[in-house]
């Protein structure tokens, strides 16, 4: 079962791989990825019924990737509007990520007289989820524009040291203002969206990653579509000429800060929202959403791999390095459960498990350095709203 889901979640990769090229390569290459990918699935489909995998638990599953994954794509998209088009480093993509988680989730949540939220929040709780989105947004967008005002202005490396900064210290305000946050036990029970609405068998609890899934892929859709539009409108030819010589730009009278500060801003908001979305699907939120290996390192390597300034490769990489995370968790299956070493007994998949996941991505990251240094979707020539693009 669990080499399945493994591979059932590579085949999902592939689902990306052929969105990415849906626009690319010529029309007989988009038939082919899309023969090989319904004959991947289809096989997948077989086996599964085959080894008496019922369908409904492949599918659940399958749901349950393209979620998370679409997720990540998102934050991929977040950081491409900072790193891929302005050449802004931003290595706080957790701490932008979980304010949003956060706020939505006090905002959103009942009110409730147990320990965590303090009364004097009750009148503010128990708002819609579309309220605690664009609050989520809001207050990400702030905490961007506050360290964008500080920063900016300084060397590139001011603003990773400020990012990393800004990310600690939102670990460890929730971790202590456990009136607020509820301390390291985390905010859980946060409402899903439309859960609790009498609308029919869809939202039921058996159906409601599917109604979750879709709403994801809206939310997506309208990320990537207007990130597209603005990455050829003046506006984003305007960043990457910044990210190419600051200097040049400046001297041809753009104003270089306030260009940078929008584009900090416009991507924490896609970060904060995100943070939200995820709070309410998994319906907890705690300090574990700092995570800096998951929810920044993990989200640089999907950039890199798919292919920065390219937004098809930022959710190409999302879904691809996605699978490849996921699919490791099979490496406790392969390993054995002890080693005899010289320096004692090692319990392999608890002290080993988690070192080896890390150390595989670094692997793929590194090859595609190597063989791939623009990523598998380098950077495309775009010229205007108007006009069609040119690959390089």
Known sequence: MTSLITLLLKGLAVLALYFAFLRQGSRSAKIAAFIVFLA????????????????????????????????????????????GYTGLFNIGVAGFFAIGGYVSAILVHPPTVSTGFSAFLAPYQGLPFGVGLVAAMIAAGLIALLVGLVTLRLRADFLAIATIGISEILRLFVLNEQWLTEGPQGVSNIPQPLHNLLVPRFLAPDNYNWFYLMLVVIVILVAFGAIERIA?????????????????????GKNVFAFKLQSLVVGAMVMGATG????????????????????????????????????????????????????????????????????????????????LRVMLVALVLELILLYRPRGLLGEEKYTSILVGKKST
């Open 40 to 83: 991947l699935v289809g096989g997948l489909l077989g086996w599964g019924l085959a080894i008496g995998t019922g369908v409904n638990a492949l599918l659940n599953s399958l749901v349950f990737f393209i979620i998370q994954a679409g997720l990540f794509a998102l934050l991929t998209l977040a950081l491409n509007v900072h790193w």
């Open 232 to 252: 050829r409108s003046p506006w984003g030819r305007a960043l990457r000429a910044i990210r190419e010589d600051e200097d040049a730009a400046d001297s041809l």
């Open 276 to 355: 939200a979305l995820t709070a309410h699907f998994l319906k907890f939120i705690g300090p574990q959403s700092f995570d800096p290996v998951v929810n920044t390192f993990l989200i640089w390597v999907m950039l890199v791999v798919g292919g920065t300034a390219n937004n098809r490769g930022a959710i190409l990489g999302a879904y691809l390095m996605w699978a490849i995370w996921t699919s490791t968790l099979t490496l406790n299956d392969l390993l054995p459960p002890t080693l005899l070493t010289p320096l004692g007994k090692i319990n392999v998949q608890a002290q080993l498990g988690g070192p």
